[in-house]
């Protein structure tokens, strides 16, 4: 990718897991004109390779924490694992990249003996102190006998004993045996959905004048602009249906841009939904790049489980401008707790 439309600095959250997007994502959209559907079914819909599988288990952490399940996915393999629960309500815990965190309550963790830092908002009443603890297991301390390890082991057997309910995924493939079968996981696999619109098509491209002049204010008219219209389309909206007559007192929105320079034409949605690992997305953009004829557009967006994500990028959204070969656009949205 030659470059990126910002005018300030690179973004921080960019097409590669390394630059921002590294928690497992919910949801995966992709949106393109129907014409390009057939490229995308034989390139990449038919690629079995692509098939994106994941786990529901039940396990006390414990069990995360012992025998070959932790050697072979933890220490050897590569695996993401989270808990059930939303952050400052419940304790959970994940896994990824080898690193251990914990969101729990102040009576867990005074009970656990663990050493972490406080997390959530702070000074606000009615609010319970709550606190993140993080461990890396992969490093050479994290072996049974050593002193840091077996506090978490005994915090495991005495306050973090309770059987929860995890989503599992091996981004390196399953041993034989497999140490997670004998906790009975259940399988899923998320299947692409697509879904059609005959859509009234704004003008996407970047205006050269902002791209001459290096205009801030006009940069961020066209990015929220854009970024509404694929929002819409996202959810299916009738407002960006060709003929839409929605009484302006119940919606005031309009497709921008002059009505002269819109379009129609017939979009197509893709859709995943389940435990997908932010390499497989990073992936699958790069496949849209290499297979997609350079001057088409097309818009991948990438939403992860916010309730984890705190202080980390909510949603995601990258597109490639029409007739704009090498320019591209990333919309981050943050989160909030």
């Not at 559907?37 to 396990?59: A, G, N, S």
């Not at 006009?218 to 249906?241: C, F, G, K, N």
Request: one cysteine or more; proline letters at 8%; glycine letters at 8%.
């Amino acid at each position: 990718m030659s470059r990126y439309v910002w005018l300030d600095e690179p973004p921080k959250c960019g097409p590669t897991p390394d630059q921002g997007q590294t928690m497992e994502h919910i949801a995966v959209d992709l949106i393109l004109p129907a014409e390009l559907l057939q490229l995308v079914q034989e390139k990449l819909l038919d690629d079995e390779t692509r098939v994106l599988q994941y786990h529901r288990v039940i396990m006390t952490l414990g069990q995360v924490l012992e025998g070959d399940f932790f050697t072979q996915y933890i220490k050897i393999g590569n695996i993401m694992m989270l808990s059930e629960g939303k952050v400052g309500i419940n304790n959970v815990f994940s896994i990824k990249n080898g690193t251990l965190t914990m969101y729990i309550d102040k009576e867990t963790y005074e009970r656990a003996g663990l050493v972490g830092k406080p997390h959530g908002a702070k000074g606000g009443r009615g609010t319970k102190p709550r606190w993140v603890v993080e461990y890396d297991l992969r490093s050479p301390a994290a072996l049974h006998g050593k002193k840091g390890f077996d506090r978490l082991v005994y915090a495991c057997k005495n306050a973090l004993n309770a059987p929860t309910t995890w989503l599992f995924c091996s981004l390196s493939g399953a041993p034989n045996p497999d140490p997670l079968a004998k906790h009975f996981p259940t399988k899923y696999t998320s299947k692409p959905v697509m879904s059609k619109i005959e859509a009234t098509i704004p003008p996407l491209a970047i205006p050269p004048a902002i791209l001459k002049d290096g205009n801030r204010e006009d940069l961020d008219e066209y990015a929220t602009e854009a970024y509404e219209w694929l929002s819409l389309v996202r959810l299916e909206s009738p407002r960006v249906e060709v003929g839409d007559t929605i009484d302006p007192y119940l919606s005031s929105y309009v497709v921008p841009g002059d009505a002269s320079e819109h379009q129609k034409g017939e979009l197509c949605k893709i859709s995943w939904r389940g435990f997908i690992p932010p390499r497989w997305a990073a992936d699958t953009l790069a496949a849209l790049i290499n297979t997609l004829p350079q001057k088409t557009w097309f818009s991948i967006s990438a939403t992860p489980f916010t309730s984890v994500t705190i202080g980390h990028g909510a949603d995601c959204t990258f597109m490639r401008p029409p007739s704009s070969p090498g320019e591209y656009v990333l919309w981050e949205i943050k989160g909030h707790e």
